[in-house]
């Protein structure tokens, strides 16, 4: 299970932290992923980190102002999300999978983020 918290308005430029606690086994093998959704749009990657080496990755459009975390002893994953812009509004959904980029089968509820222009 996977349960995200964070999310929430703010205005442009300013800064949100999102959370997904994942209750259950975490493997060498797992990569844990955010993905966003906005209205009317297809679900699209955004960030992922590999949780045997912290290695992460990003979309191009995020990169620089985003950053993806994770604690192990907390079994949790954080998206640090600064210049936010009113095009990163959207529902966020973390994923446990096995490749980055790739969703796996596993999603939490979603948290949704909405940037004020």
């Known amino acids: 299970q996977l349960v995200e918290s964070g999310g929430g308005l703010v205005q442009a430029g300013g800064s949100l932290r999102l959370a997904c606690v994942v209750s259950?086994?975490?493997?060498?093998?797992?990569?844990m992923g955010w993905f966003r959704q906005a209205p009317g749009k297809e679900r699209e990657y955004v960030a992922s980190?590999?949780?045997?080496?912290?290695?992460?990755y990003y979309t191009n459009s995020v990169k620089d102002r985003f950053a993806i975390s994770m604690d192990k002893a907390e079994n949790t994953v954080y998206l640090q999300m600064n210049s936010l812009k009113a095009e990163d509004t959207a529902a966020y959904y973390c994923?446990?999978?096995?490749?980055?980029?790739?969703?796996?089968?596993?999603w939490g509820q979603g948290t949704q983020v909405t940037v004020s222009s």
């Open positions: 259950g086994r975490l493997y060498s093998s797992s990569v």
């Open positions: 980190i590999r949780w045997s080496n912290g290695l992460t």
């Open positions: 994923n446990k999978g096995i490749s980055p980029g790739t969703p796996g089968p596993y």
